[in-house]
């Protein structure tokens, strides 16, 4: 029996996990679900799953939340603030944390998972992307298991060798990891009427529904840019190691080529619930309600590279992948700033790379020794771009 804390349940991954443990009742139980603000759904899922905790990080909901789980007889014990994400991540009951809390906002909650030894299933990318390396050290010095639910790495989880040492690619017999992305809305799409893009065309993604922070990204491909540096630090890869491959159809969820010509690829249906499943049961399997891959209706099969032109946002972040660290942190805070800009309407979508591009020229690199340092490069960041915003774009 694993016991959970869900960071992040009422969201897009969230939602899907509560999908496949509700499946397996006898393995899964709930020990806390947590949601910024979004009370409503936070305590039918508790009531649902029967979790001992809900914990919801926006204060300011505290009077009208706590009345409402009077009004609904919830069981469930009541907290309220960010530090306790942070308490149901390190719990001594909880064997599994889920952390899928979009953003920055995840990383000191999924730390405090890492460093509490837990088995960490790590959706929240943007936190690998802001900490790698004291990500990485923390989880070995507490031995936290990280497995990953993004379904690219969960695909290149799978298709390496069992006897797999991270870093070691030659050892196993590696060439290359092949990391996938359909290219999102606008592969095709005229790249002159970029500028008009709408926020509901950028979260309308051809093959997967997600939330509206990953989904614009997708369109940007920024979520490829930050899915590259994830992979550097899930698997111990320099940038050489790793091709990015275009693949509309996401029935290919990324590869493992090997020297002797052989490329190992997962597949299935682009359903979040088979990686959520996976990392769940690992190394066992359970089902997880995604239906199987019908060979017999699948038309297309097609791949290609990614443009420069078209695709700004994923190059800036190869290049801050190059740079190193606070390059990484800067990009990505700049890119939430202007991601939560563009949802906005105050921005248009090409200016998300505008931005991007003008924080990342303005830094300067130096090293991140800690997490305080982490947070205060995420924060400065953050400052230059809201002022950026307000003198340039807005
Ligand atoms: P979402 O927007 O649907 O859900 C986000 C969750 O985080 C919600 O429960 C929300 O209440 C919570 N949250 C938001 N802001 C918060 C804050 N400031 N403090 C605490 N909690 C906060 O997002 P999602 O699509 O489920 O994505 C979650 C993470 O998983 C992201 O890092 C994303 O990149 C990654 N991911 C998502 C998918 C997908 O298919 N949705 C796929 C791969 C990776
Ligand atoms: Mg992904």
């Not at 529904?209 to 930050?226: C, E, H, R, Y």
Request: proline share 4%; with cysteine; aromatic share 8%.
């Amino acid at each position: 029996m694993q016991t959970l804390s869900i960071l992040g349940s009422t969201g897009s991954i969230g939602t899907s996990t509560i999908d496949v443990i509700a499946r397996h009742p006898e393995q899964y139980q709930v020990y806390a679900l947590t949601a910024h603000r979004d009370y409503q759904k936070l305590f039918k899922q508790a009531l649902a799953v029967n979790a001992t905790h809900a914990v919801l990080s926006d204060d300011s909901v505290r009077i009208e939340a706590s009345d409402y789980a009077h009004s609904l007889g919830l069981n469930a014990q009541l907290h309220f603030g960010p530090a306790a994400l942070e308490q149901v991540a390190q719990a001594e009951a909880v064997t599994t944390v889920m952390a899928a809390i979009v953003g920055a906002a995840g990383l000191l909650p999924t730390l405090a998972a890492v460093e509490a030894g837990k088995r960490v299933l790590l959706a929240n990318k943007e936190a690998l992307v802001m900490s790698g390396q004291l990500f990485i050290e923390s989880a070995n010095r507490n031995k936290a298991t990280i497995l990953p639910i993004d379904s690219e790495h969960n695909a290149i989880f799978q298709c390496l060798p069992h006897n797999f040492t991270y870093g070691k690619l030659a050892d196993s017999g590696i060439s290359k990891v092949l990391l996938t992305g359909s290219g999102g809305p606008f592969l095709t799409y005229d790249i002159n009427a970029f500028a008009d893009i709408t926020p509901a065309q950028a979260c309308a993604h051809p093959n997967w529904d997600m939330g509206q922070k990953i989904s614009v990204d997708s369109a940007t491909m920024m979520n490829k840019g930050l899915e590259f540096i994830e992979a550097r630090w899930l698997f111990g890869l320099d940038n050489d190691d790793i091709d990015i491959v275009l693949h509309p159809q996401s029935t290919i969820h990324s590869m493992v080529q090997y020297v002797d010509g052989s490329v190992i690829a997962q597949m299935g249906e682009p359903d979040m619930r088979t990686p959520i499943a996976h990392a769940l049961a690992y190394p066992q399997r359970i089902s997880s309600g995604v239906a199987p891959l019908d060979f017999s209706q699948l038309r297309d099969f097609t791949f290609s590279t990614p443009c420069p032109d078209r695709f700004p946002n994923l190059y800036l972040a190869l290049a801050a992948a190059k740079r190193g660290q606070s390059a990484c942190t800067v990009l990505n805070a700049a890119n939430e700033i202007a991601v939560a800009a563009f949802l906005a309407g105050k921005i248009g979508f090409t200016q998300i790379a505008e931005l991007n591009r003008y924080l990342l020229a303005k830094h300067i690199d130096v090293a991140l020794a800690n997490i305080p340092a982490v947070l205060e490069c995420d924060a400065q960041a953050r400052d230059a771009a809201r002022q950026y915003l307000q003198d340039t774009l807005c």
